[in-house]
């Protein structure tokens, strides 16, 4: 099984381009999630979703939106890259809820400039 | 709010010593409280959790709610041990985790 498949792995944008990060799973879990990661910080929750239909927003969820019209997909979209928004974007599953163990992706690294 | 501090952002210990790395926390009510690892080139993984009381590759974690600390043990250090650990605990506002900012192990041959 692949896990947790998030694409791209890297991303260079431009100032108030848009884009989206993909991130897929296999694992059949209803739970998914993003987050950020700045150096020398901890990961903070974005977005999340406990099924298809259903999204809420986590600690950072200013200049991104999220879907979820499937199980498998939790796409996140930057809707007009900011500098600010530079960092590792992971995702995460969990076949029961957010503050239980989650799996992890590799991790999208998006510049911004 | 909830919060997780891990005090050392390096660790340097040589290989057969022991290991302890620190976590503290702050949250309202009897929180679960996780270990993830990210070894070099790998995903972020989950290596145990305070409800399980499992001793997970030789490490185990005891939940001290007076001190409010989550600390991560070791008696002998490996060199596979050489990674990136993250304390982490339930948001509370949110249904997510909240991260310490990490800790850099490194274990000398």
């Known amino acids: 099984n692949a896990g947790v498949t998030q694409t791209p792995k890297f991303q260079v944008l431009k100032t108030g381009q848009s884009m989206t990060l993909q991130c897929a799973q296999d694992m059949n879990h209803e739970y998914m999630s993003w987050y950020r990661q700045d150096p020398g910080m901890g990961l903070r929750l974005i977005h999340y979703s406990v099924g298809a239909g259903i999204t809420d927003q986590g600690e950072v969820p200013n200049g991104y939106n999220v879907s979820r019209s499937t199980t498998e997909d939790f796409p996140l979209r930057l809707l007009s890259a900011a500098p600010s928004q530079t960092s590792v974007y992971f995702c995460a599953s969990s076949g029961n809820r957010g503050n239980q163990p989650q799996h992890f992706g590799d991790g999208t690294r998006l510049s911004i400039l | 709010a909830q919060r997780v501090t891990q005090p050392e952002k390096l660790l340097s210990v040589f290989k057969g010593a022991p290991v302890e790395l620190k976590c503290n926390y702050s949250y309202s009510g009897s929180p679960e409280l996780f270990w993830y690892v990210q070894y070099s080139r790998q995903r972020l993984q989950l290596l145990l959790r305070?409800?399980s009381r499992e001793s997970i590759k030789g490490f185990t974690a005891d939940l001290n709610k007076g001190e409010t600390s989550f600390h991560l043990k070791k008696p002998f250090a490996q060199e596979e041990d050489s990674a990136m650990y993250y304390c982490?605990?339930?948001?509370?506002?949110?249904?997510?985790?909240?991260f310490g900012k990490g800790t850099h192990l490194i274990i000398q041959p």
């Open positions: 305070h409800i």
């Open positions: 982490a605990l339930p948001i509370g506002g949110a249904d997510g985790l909240t």
